[in-house]
């Protein structure tokens, strides 16, 4: 059995997710604020250094990123209710997995931009996924 308390965890983390997910789809300008304190660590930070057609654009593929989030957060909702839960097999790979091939690509390519600020940011969410990732993998290894 799987103890509550990391079921729980993996709920309010995903939700969580979802919630910026859908902040960024329909409050797009309070996230590209989000990202100028983290980037440039000051307000205004994209309007101030980009002209108007790149902050439009930016605007828009803050709300694009957020509705993936919003489906990738669904889908982690619905493998831990399902699979994760359950116990079966490949329950705990379908978490650990895409999130571990999320965190490299993500990760790997803010680098490569310079935006240094959000690996942070990525590690301290793949902190949060693998805490309750590490303390429930001996539960996928027992006999059912």
């Known amino acids: 059995m799987i103890p509550r308390i ?3 965890w ?11 997910g859908m902040s960024m789809v329909l409050m797009p300008g309070l996230a ?5 304190l983290l980037f440039y660590f000051a307000p205004g930070g994209f ?12 605007l828009f593929a803050h709300g694009v990123l957020g509705a993936v989030m919003l489906g990738w957060g669904v889908s982690i909702f ?3 209710r399902g699979p994760f ?9 379908l978490l650990a997995r895409p999130m571990l091939v999320w965190f490299a690509a993500d ?21 949060l996924f693998a805490i309750p990732l590490a303390a429930t993998r001996s539960c996928f290894r027992e006999e059912k």
């Open 6 to 8: 990391w079921i729980r």
């Open 10 to 20: 993996l709920y309010a983390v995903t939700i969580a997710i979802m919630l910026l």
């Open 32 to 36: 590209r604020e989000f990202f100028s």
């Open 47 to 58: 309007q101030a250094r980009y002209p108007v057609e790149a902050n439009e654009y930016i």
């Open 78 to 80: 619905l493998v831990i």
């Open 85 to 93: 839960r359950r116990r079966d097999s490949d329950g705990w790979a």
């Open 107 to 127: 990760t790997g390519f803010s680098f490569y931009v310079g935006f240094w600020q959000n690996a942070i940011l990525n590690s301290v969410l793949l902190m």
